[in-house]
């Protein structure tokens, strides 16, 4: 993680302050110059997760926006946004008047066709009776054989009929169904089970097909999608850890896997698209809010760990590195006292460059240096003049951890308080 040059100004008024007495100052003038106070830490061997941070962006399962099918007046709204809806719940209901005067001609239609059907079909059966007595005749000469042949075409035509007939009951029977689904679509009803998001519509709003009354989701469970690419692919697969964290859970991290992963890259940014699926029984995710997303995908190889507030590029060369203090000077030191919190030295300190081999989010491994080092944490702006002693003060790796979450507004509070302290006021709220 990088930090900003504010960060380590901020952090080394503060610990100028916190760490300075009016004895190290008189001591300091005694020596005719300016011994600067610095925190170190010990440096271990080990190895760091290898992660890759990403940005989420939330959605609820099956989050849909609801548009109408008809155009129509809104005449009720029976839901609120947030409430809970299930499948097939009523949302809207929309002006009915005219859905229900189609629907009652088109039942008036198929009850005609389906007397025209019932018409025809008595036609038919009156020539094929008579055709039958005239063919009968015909046998014993008694009819001739035209009579035969136009009774015989007569039959034909009303069969035709009877075909034709049909078929328009069929398309009344369409039309039938066309103005009950039409009618049907005069009440809105929720897709799924889940909640209500933002209502877009009042009552007595005119809506089209185009107008969207209302987006639904289930929140119970969220999706999460996040952008790889072609790069991280290479490195990156579904199943492995991922933590899910926001400045909106305060200290909590959600960790699950990496759900699916899209095997399509987009031609012009050359990135695919992964999805996170997760349950959200707290409700801490909600649709639409941007989550920060690391990816674990192994292990760096063993290395010297220093945090990353130690790195400090030497304004002077360009050269990025780290400030080693004298171990030899400070003979009182004991790094087994958890409780160390005294200010001792002065001692040499020296700027090391280091290799960054493998960086986490508060932890980086280096080579250049090595384990058991008391690396400079906060201070090196200080050091960066080119003074080579400076009195330190060891602290637990707990501690710069803690430091190196702090936001620039926590680090402002907290010299304005210790500035309060020095003068006896109290500070400002």
Known sequence: MKYSILFLLLTSFFILFSCSSDEAEEENRGRGGYTPTVEVIETVIGSLPLEERLTGVVRARSQSDIYPEITAPVREIMVSSGEQVTQGQPLVRLRDNEARERLIQAEAGLRISDAQV???????QRLQARLSRVEALSVRNLESELDVEQLQAEVESAKAALELTKAQRSQAESILEERKTELGNTIIKSPIDGYVG??????????????RIFEV?????????????????????????????????????????????????????????AEIELDNPDGL?????????????????????????????????????????????????DLGDESRSSIIGPTGVDFVPVNVIAQGREVSGVTGIEAGDLVVTIGQNLLASGREEARVRVIAWERILELQQLQNRDLLDMIRQKLAEQNGTMPDA
Do not use: C, K, W
């Open 217 to 273: 989701g289930d929140t119970r469970r969220m999706h999460i999608r996040i952008s790889l690419t072609e790069r991280m692919l290479s490195y990156i697969a579904t199943g492995q850890t991922v933590n899910i964290s926001s400045a909106a859970f305060g200290g909590e991290v959600i960790q699950t896997e990496l759900t699916r992963i899209s095997p399509f890259l987009n031609p012009v940014t050359n990135s695919t698209e």
């Open 118 to 124: 019932r018409q025809a079909e008595a036609n038919v």
């Open 198 to 211: 933002t209502r877009a519509v009042e009552v007595g709003q005119l809506v089209t097909p185009s107008t």
């Open 285 to 333: 995710l909600r649709s639409g809010m941007f989550v920060t997303v690391d990816v674990l995908y192994g292990e760096s190889d063993q290395a010297v760990l220093v945090p990353n507030n130690s790195l400090f590029t030497n304004p002077n060369d360009g050269r990025r590195g780290v400030y080693v203090a004298d171990r030899g000077g400070l003979s009182e030191i």
